[in-house]
């Protein structure tokens, strides 16, 4: 499967993003997806991921009750809508996929996963 993130930009403190992950290739419907940022000089870090049917979701605490991860397998699409920004969350956005059919685990691990986006720039300002 091929990834391609979309969506960043430049927003101020308290404000909103959207990103969006397309895939096209193989069954989307058959891969969990996950969201990593990676800030400069730091380890790319896990932030949220989805199930293949949606319906289960996991979060970082750092973004849990600020952001949403959710998906649209008839759009082969992946979204992490973003709220209340803040300058820490400053990073640059991976989305991620691995084929999983289960509903019960979701990983977080950056070597968990097989297929990854190019990445999209979020920078919020102060």
């Known amino acids: 499967v091929q990834l391609q993130a979309s969506g960043g930009g430049l927003v101020q403190a308290g404000g909103s993003l959207r990103l969006s992950c397309a895939a096209s290739?193989?069954?989307?419907?058959?891969?969990?997806m996950a969201w990593f940022l990676q800030a400069p000089g730091k380890e790319r870090e896990f932030v949220a991921a989805?199930?293949?049917?949606?319906?289960?979701?996991y979060y970082a605490d750092s973004v849990k009750g600020r952001f949403t991860i959710s998906r649209d397998n008839a759009k082969n699409t992946v979204y992490l809508q973003m709220n209340s920004l803040k300058p820490e969350d400053t990073a640059v956005y991976y989305c991620a996929a691995r084929i999983d059919y289960s509903e019960g685990h979701l990983y977080t691990m950056r070597d968990d996963y097989d297929h990854w986006g190019q990445g999209t720039q979020v920078t919020v300002s102060s």
């Open positions: 290739g193989r069954i989307f419907s058959s891969y969990a």
């Open positions: 989805v199930s293949w049917s949606g319906g289960h979701t």
